[in-house]
């Protein structure tokens, strides 16, 4: 099969198939700024490290997360993760209208085509639209630099404008998101075998297990060594290369996230089987039944949103961390200065709330995203099962009946793992603050005259405060992400008196 021939088999099919490609594009575009707009935050010289008045601090910028060198990791971190939902929902949108794809690739394997061809179309069309998405996303990193690269009238600038990303960057995220998509496509179709007569899709006999939960404590764990490695770094006099703290982070941080994700899959079960046990109405045998037979289709459909819980509830408990710890010291000096007899000028720390505000805001904008791509899913999930919903319509299932138990199957296992997901993001930060706060135990000296003949030696004591668990934070992200879930999947039963329609029958 030449390239041109794949390329135009690829982007052949129905207005459905055109809007998958189009919103695979659409999501691309979207991703690619940021991680380019995260590549021009590392290229400003001096990245991660620098002492204050020295080359490596950007005077230049507005943004106090730009300007200081050691705030700069954490800015690229949160680009990086706000990409994260945009790609869920491209993987979702690549779902979209896959039935008619997948017959359609069946009728091409009838006409002579390979097993590895049919596979090859499916994911260059995710691939094609993917290079689209990023050429359009790049021209528009470009045109948006030029016309913010004008200082403001203080001599500032918003964004890092004065900085164009490594050429290895460019290539690599230019080239690495279609490569990346056309990678997951593949992968996606592993279990799928277009043969000649129809479609076989490979499902998981095996009912999912609770081993998810080793990932979870892997993730804990490496977060809990982190203080008692470095003091026992500081005892030895060693210092550990600047690499380690960030790889042990991003470790245990992933394994956390896994371990959610894939958690899903035995939460989902567990809840079909409760409800297939205890369950007295259609609805719930019905739902109970559809989480058993396929019960990581709560892994996949809530992948993004249990993300964005574990970052927002980790951002909550950093929150509580930080405002205990400003507590602590400003307990400890204002101890001090009554003892020298003295005003206490307490520090303004808001600066690093602030910095908090825009982890939230950027779990905001993945919850968003979240919400999209789960609404695609379901929305799916009604349209490739009509024909089995309008049998059960025909045989004189009420519509209602299908409704609740559409509701019942996604809110069974999205509330259980929204509380699993926030659990292990607090627990996460509390593993590394070790649960509470402790100010150090020092003398402190000051002058009492003039020419400081006389000096008053100062004992301070150690101040101790525990690290209070953000419960009402939690229990806001927790209830936006099941709001979200429920919102979500009342626009999807919109879709259901189409779907459930007598004509239906007679679709193949």
């Given at each position: 099969?030449?390239?041109?021939?794949?390329?135009?088999?690829?982007?052949?099919?129905?207005?459905?198939?055109?809007?998958?490609?189009?919103?695979?594009?659409?999501?691309?575009?979207?991703?690619?700024?940021?991680?380019?707009?995260?590549?021009?935050?590392?290229?400003?010289?001096?990245?991660?490290?620098?002492?204050?008045?020295?080359?490596?601090?950007?005077?230049?910028?507005?943004?106090?997360?730009?300007?200081?060198?050691?705030?700069?990791?954490?800015?690229?971190?949160?680009?990086?993760?706000?990409?994260?939902?945009?790609?869920?929902?491209?993987?979702?949108?690549g779902?979209?209208?896959?039935?008619?794809?997948?017959?359609?690739?069946?009728?091409?394997?009838?006409a002579?085509?390979?097993?590895?061809?049919?596979?090859r179309?499916?994911?260059?069309?995710?691939?094609?639209?993917?290079?689209?998405?990023?050429?359009?996303?790049?021209?528009?990193?470009?045109?948006?630099?030029?016309?913010?690269?004008?200082?403001?009238?203080?001599?500032?600038?918003?964004?890092?404008?004065?900085?164009?990303?490594?050429?290895?960057?460019?290539?690599?995220?230019?080239?690495?998101?279609?490569?990346?998509?056309?990678?997951?496509?593949?992968?996606?179709?592993?279990?799928?075998?277009?043969?000649?007569?129809?479609?076989?899709?490979?499902?998981?006999?095996?009912?999912?297990?609770?081993?998810?939960?080793?990932?979870?404590?892997?993730?804990?764990?490496?977060?809990?060594?982190l203080?008692?490695?470095?003091?026992?770094?500081?005892?030895?006099?060693?210092?550990?290369?600047?690499?380690?703290?960030?790889?042990?982070?991003?470790?245990?941080?992933?394994?956390?996230?896994?371990g959610?994700?894939?958690g899903?899959?035995?939460?989902?079960?567990?809840?079909?089987?409760?409800?297939?046990?205890?369950?007295?109405?259609?609805?719930?045998?019905?739902?109970?039944?559809?989480?058993?037979?396929?019960?990581?289709?709560?892994?996949?459909?809530?992948?993004?949103?249990?993300?964005c819980?574990?970052?927002?509830?980790?951002?909550?408990?950093?929150?509580?961390?930080?405002?205990?710890?400003?507590?602590?010291?400003?307990?400890?000096?204002?101890?001090?200065?009554?003892?020298?007899?003295?005003?206490?000028?307490?520090?303004?720390?808001?600066?690093?709330?602030?910095t908090?505000?825009?982890?939230?805001?950027?779990?905001?904008?993945?919850?968003a995203?979240?919400?999209?791509?789960?609404?695609?899913?379901?929305?799916?999930?009604?349209?490739?099962?009509?024909?089995?919903?309008?049998?059960?319509?025909?045989?004189?299932?009420?519509?209602?009946?299908?409704?609740?138990?559409i509701?019942?199957?996604?809110?069974?296992?999205?509330?259980?793992?929204?509380?699993?997901?926030?659990?292990?993001?607090v627990?996460?930060?509390?593993?590394?603050?070790?649960g509470?706060?402790?100010?150090?135990?020092?003398?402190?000296?000051?002058?009492?005259?003039?020419?400081?003949?006389?000096?008053?030696?100062?004992?301070?004591?150690?101040?101790?405060?525990?690290?209070?668990v953000?419960?009402?934070?939690?229990?806001?992200?927790?209830?936006?992400?099941?709001?979200?879930?429920?919102?979500?999947?009342?626009?999807?039963?919109l879709?259901?008196?189409?779907?459930?329609a007598?004509?239906?029958?007679?679709?193949?």
């Amino acid at each position: 099969m030449s390239p041109l021939t794949l390329v135009r088999l690829a982007l052949a099919g129905s207005r459905t198939d055109t809007l998958r490609v189009v919103l695979t594009a659409a999501s691309a575009a979207v991703a690619t700024p940021l991680l380019l707009l995260s590549a021009a935050v590392i290229a400003i010289p001096g990245f991660g490290q620098g002492h204050r008045g020295s080359d490596s601090w950007a005077e230049q910028y507005r943004l106090q997360v730009l300007v200081e060198p050691g705030l700069r990791p954490g800015v690229v971190i949160t680009l990086v993760l706000m990409t994260i939902p945009v790609l869920a929902l491209a993987a979702q949108c690549g779902r979209l209208g896959a039935p008619a794809r997948d017959r359609r690739l069946a009728a091409i394997r009838l006409a002579g085509a390979t097993p590895g061809q049919a596979v090859r179309l499916a994911a260059a069309e995710t691939g094609l639209a993917s290079a689209l998405g990023s050429a359009a996303g790049l021209a528009g990193y470009l045109i948006l630099r030029r016309a913010l690269g004008r200082p403001g009238a203080d001599g500032r600038l918003l964004l890092p404008t004065d900085v164009l990303p490594a050429t290895w960057a460019l290539v690599a995220i230019c080239a690495g998101l279609p490569l990346l998509a056309t990678a997951v496509a593949m992968l996606l179709l592993r279990r799928v075998a277009f043969t000649p007569y129809g479609v076989v899709r490979r499902s998981r006999n095996r009912p999912p297990g609770p081993y998810a939960g080793i990932l979870i404590v892997i993730g804990a764990v490496a977060m809990a060594v982190l203080q008692p490695g470095f003091r026992w770094a500081e005892r030895i006099k060693w210092s550990p290369p600047g690499w380690v703290l960030p790889a042990i982070l991003f470790v245990g941080t992933l394994c956390a996230a896994l371990g959610v994700v894939l958690g899903t899959g035995w939460i989902s079960y567990t809840a079909g089987r409760i409800l297939r046990r205890y369950g007295r109405r259609p609805a719930a045998l019905l739902a109970g039944s559809r989480l058993m037979a396929d019960p990581w289709s709560g892994s996949r459909t809530f992948a993004v949103l249990l993300i964005c819980v574990l970052f927002g509830a980790g951002a909550a408990g950093a929150r509580s961390w930080f405002a205990t710890d400003f507590a602590v010291r400003e307990e400890a000096g204002r101890w001090q200065a009554a003892q020298a007899g003295q005003p206490y000028y307490a520090d303004d720390n808001s600066f690093y709330f602030t910095t908090l505000d825009l982890i939230n805001g950027a779990v905001a904008f993945g919850v968003a995203l979240a919400a999209a791509g789960m609404l695609v899913a379901v929305v799916e999930g009604i349209v490739s099962r009509r024909r089995a919903y309008s049998s059960l319509v025909a045989t004189g299932v009420p519509r209602g009946v299908l409704a609740r138990s559409i509701v019942l199957q996604a809110v069974a296992p999205v509330v259980p793992a929204v509380l699993v997901a926030a659990a292990v993001g607090v627990t996460l930060i509390h593993a590394i603050a070790g649960g509470s706060v402790r100010s150090a135990n020092y003398e402190s000296s000051s002058c009492t005259s003039a020419d400081c003949t006389t000096e008053v030696v100062v004992h301070v004591p150690s101040f101790v405060r525990q690290i209070p668990v953000p419960l009402a934070d939690l229990a806001l992200l927790g209830g936006l992400a099941v709001a979200a879930a429920l919102a979500v999947v009342g626009v999807g039963l919109l879709f259901l008196r189409p779907a459930t329609a007598v004509e239906e029958l007679r679709t193949t």
